[in-house]
């Protein structure tokens, strides 16, 4: 089975503070997403990756930015943490290739900035 | 600009059928999914459909009309555990995910 591990479930920051998010896929994929979910609206693509040390902006990559040092892992880093970033963060990996690109996610990670 | 629509919340009772539906307006079309979601955990993949036409897997079927820019996800025979909510989400021109804010489905004894 995939399985793509966020490391934290909850986390409680400060207006200000650089937080880092982290994903680890463990499939071997070559392409890895973040997205933000939020109550009324559909998942919002922040960043994706599809490939190491590759970074393509989605929707939303204002005030965000991410690292992809080794294929399995990829970090979204908010820079300036600011309350309209409280959301639920889900990071999520598919293969590239084939016809049908399922991704798989994580378990997502709550973030309340104050 | 790029639009999915799904009914915000619906209720069925355990044992009954439901039909929760999906209207998508995007920039190209390159194949539709599925997910479910239950509270407080990751989405996984329910259905693709590319091709017009009804794909079943077991209790859950997944239909697909491009013409008219609809699908829907037919459950059969609920359980208690089909409470969750459920994803649409569209691949468009760019071979990007447009997803839907999600239905939420409540099952009753």
């Known amino acids: 089975d995939v399985k793509v591990t966020q490391s934290s479930r909850y986390l409680v920051k400060r207006t200000g503070e650089k937080v880092f998010l982290e994903c680890v896929q463990d499939?071997?994929?070559?392409?890895m997403f973040w997205y933000r979910q939020d109550p009324g609206l559909g998942l919002r693509l922040i960043y994706f990756?599809?490939?190491?040390?590759?970074?393509e902006k989605g929707d939303i990559p204002e005030g965000y930015s991410v690292s992809r040092e080794k294929k399995e892992r990829f970090s979204l880093i908010l820079e300036s943490a600011s309350t309209n970033q409280t959301s639920m963060y889900l990071c999520?990996?598919?293969?590239?290739?084939?016809?049908?690109?399922?991704?798989?996610f994580g378990a997502g990670t709550r973030l309340s900035v104050l | 600009g790029q639009n999915i629509d799904q009914p915000t919340e619906m209720t069925a009772t355990e044992g009954a059928i439901v039909q929760i539906n999906c209207t998508y307006q995007?920039?190209?079309?390159?194949?539709l999914f599925w997910y479910q979601q239950h509270a407080g955990e990751a989405p996984t993949f329910l259905s693709y459909?590319?091709l017009d036409g009804l794909e079943e897997k077991g209790r859950f079927s997944s239909f697909l009309s491009r013409s008219k820019g609809y699908s829907y996800l037919l459950l059969k025979e609920l359980q208690m555990k089909d409470s969750a909510s459920y994803l649409c989400?569209?691949?468009?021109?760019?071979?990007?995910?447009?997803w839907g804010a999600g239905t939420k489905l409540i099952i009753k004894p």
């Open positions: 990756s599809y490939d190491v040390k590759m970074k």
């Open positions: 499939m071997d994929h070559e392409n």
């Open positions: 999520a990996s598919s293969f590239n290739g084939g016809d049908v690109n399922i991704q798989y």
């Open positions: 989400a569209v691949v468009d021109s760019n071979y990007q995910l447009i």
């Open positions: 459909n590319v």
């Open positions: 995007t920039s190209g079309f390159n194949g």
